[in-house]
C-alpha cells in the first residue's frame, strides 16, 4: 500500500498517466439478507490481473443499521488538527449524533497513516433546503474548501472504504469482513488515467449513489461543464466522478427512472432510433435533445449502488460494448451478482459450493436493474422500452 | 518400482500420456503463471494430453504452445485461452472468457458452453467451436493466407460487430439453442447484431437464418446466396461441428444460409492510398 496523498492528488502528478485494466464487482440481496463482506472479497480479489496495486475500495450498503437515519460521513484526514476543525465545522452546521474513528488495522511500520474517521450527521432543518442538498453542499464545499480532509462517502445506512493498494490490502486495512451488508460493490485498480490517491480511488459516491466504474470517460469536458451549471463541482482529476453526480442528478433531482436514466447516459444510435416506433422515437429523440451533455461517451462498464427510493444495483455498459460485464443470479433467485469477469461467479462456487441458476452477459448499453424486495426489474437483455409503461405526449424537440 | 498406490496411478497415466493438474488446491486457485509453469512442466515430462480441474479465470492457458498436444479444462478459462497457440487441441466443459484463440495459428479449440466477447481476435488459422452463444466483435480482423485458413463455428447467436475489419477465413452462426439435457431447438435470439461484418474485406460470414440482414449489415459488407462452392467449404466444418456436440446434422437444412461478403473485391481501396496505386 502506499502511505501518502489521502486527501489529495499533489500537483507534479496531475498529468501524470497509469494505463491499466480495472476490476469490478458488485452484488444485491434482493431479499435485503445482510452477508459480511467475505464473498465480495473474494469476488474482487480473484480479478488480480485486473488490478496493479494503485487502489481498490468497497461500498457496503445497510452496514448501520443503529445509524440508518441519519448521513454516516465518513472521511480520510490528514492530520489531527485539520480533524479538529473539521468537527468544529460540523457542529456549526448541524448536529454530530455520534463521532467515532473507522476501525483500521494499519500495519505496525507505518508512521502516518490516514485518520478514518466517520460522523452519523443530521443537518439543521431548513424550509428553503432540503436535507439531502444541504449534506451535497456540505460535501462539496468541505472536497473544496478544506485542506486535509476529503469526504468518502455520504450516504445514509451505507459507506464507502477506500485507498490506496492492492484490494486485499484494502479489504485487510479497512476489516471489510467485519461489516454486513444487503448490497456491496468493489473496484480494484485506480480511476483510469490517474497516479495513486486515496480519496480519488472508487467507488465514488454522493449521497446514496455510489459507482465504481471499468474504463474511461472521453466525454468528461461535456459532462463536468454540465454538471457545473447544476452546482456539482468536480474536484476529484478523474472522470468517474462524473457518472455519480449524474446518476444523482438525473434520478435523485430530476427524479428520472432507473431505466431511463441509463437510456439518458447510454442512448441508443439515431439510425437504431429511427427503426423504433413513433412514440418510442419522440420519447428517445428527446432524451437525447434534453440530456445530450449528460450523454457518456468513450468505454465503459459500471456498477451503481442507489437508494432512493429503495436500494437498487444497477449495471450499465457503453452501447459498443467495449469494457466487459457479466450477470448471475443465485440458485432461488434472492441474489444478483454482476462483475467484470465470470470468474468471480466461478470463486464463489469453489469456495462456498454456491450454486448459479443462471450467467449471462446483459447487451450493451442496456441497464439490468435489481431492487430490493422487488427482484430483478431488468435483466439487460430487454429491447429499450420493454416492459416500461410509457406514455408520451408532444412531439420531438428540435 | 512402484510402492504405493499414487505412484502407480501416475506411472500409469504416464504411460497413456495424460495428466492432472489441479488448478485450485485446497480452494484457492493458482496465479496464471504457475498454472502455465505446470502445464509446460508436464508436457517438458512427456505428457501429451494435460486436464485442469477446477480452473478459474486463470489466463493465457496454452498460450503459444505447439505440436500435437491434447488441454482438457474443466472449470472457467479466463481471458486469452489459447493465444499463440499453434497445434494443441483444447477442450473446455464448460463457459470460456474473452478474447479466446487471440492470434492462433494453429490447433482446435473446443467450447461446451458460452464464448464471451473477441473470440478468436486476429486469428489466423485453426478451429474454433463454440456451442451456445458468443458476445460482441466474434471474429475480429481474423484472416487467411494460402493453407492457413481459421474458422470460427457457433452452435447458438452472435452479438453486434461479428467479424469486423475481417480479412479471410470463415464464420459460421447456427443460431441453434443446444441444451444441457441433449435436446436442441431453434434459438429464440435473433442470429447476430448490428454492424455486421463492418469493414470486411476478404473472407465469408455464413448465418444459418431467415431473418433480413440487410438491415444490420456494417459498411462494405453485403448478402449474397449460398452457391455450391461454399456449401461444400462449410459442409465437412458443420458435419465435425454437430459430430461434437451431438447434433442432429438433419436439422442444419430446417432453415436457408446467407453469406456475407465484401461488397466488392477491394471495398477500401479508396480510402487510404487510393491515388497513389
Known sequence: ????????????????RVFDGCGISGYINIDGKRDSGDQIIDMLCILSERENGLGAGFAGYGIYPNYKDYYALHFLIDTEECKEKLLHYLDEVGYIIQSEPIPTLAPHNIDNPPITWRVFYEPKKKKSISEDEQVVQLVMHINEKFKGVFVISSGKNMGVFKGNGWSHEIADFYKIKDYKAYMWLAHSRFPTNTPGWWGGAHPFNLLGTSVVHNGEITSYGTNMRYLESFGYKCTLFTDTEVIAYLFDLLIRKHKMPVPIATMALAPPLFSNIETMEQNYQIALKNVRATYRSAMLNGPFSIVVGLTDPKPTLVGLSDRKKLRPLVAAISENDDSLFLSSEEASFKRLKLIEEYNFKNVWH?????????????GILRDGLEKPFE???LKVEGAIRS | MIENKNQKLEYEMKKKGSIQIDAAPNGRPLNYKDLNEKIHGALRNGYSKVVLN???GQRFIGASLQGDLKLEINGLPGNDLGIFMDGPRIVVNGNCEDQAGNTMNDGTLIIHGDGGDVIGLSARGGKIYI????????????KEYKQKFPVVLIGGTAKDFLGEYMAGGLIIVLGLDIRDDGTVVESEYPICGGELGTGIHRGKIVLRTDEDLETRLGVGAKVYELKKETERTITPFIKEFCEIFSIPYEMIGHKPFQVIKPISKRPFGGNYCGNLI
Open chain 1, 1 to 16: 500500500m502506499n502511505w501518502n496523498n489521502y486527501t489529495s492528488l499533489p500537483e507534479k502528478f496531475r498529468n501524470q
Open chain 2, 54 to 56: 477446477d480452473v478459474c
Open chain 1, 387 to 389: 416492459k416500461i409503461n
Open chain 2, 131 to 142: 456451442k451456445e452463444d458468443v458476445g460482441y466483435r466474434v471474429g475480429i480482423h481474423i
Open chain 1, 362 to 374: 446483459p447487451k450493451s448499453g442496456t441497464a439490468i436493474v435489481a431492487r430490493i424486495g422487488e
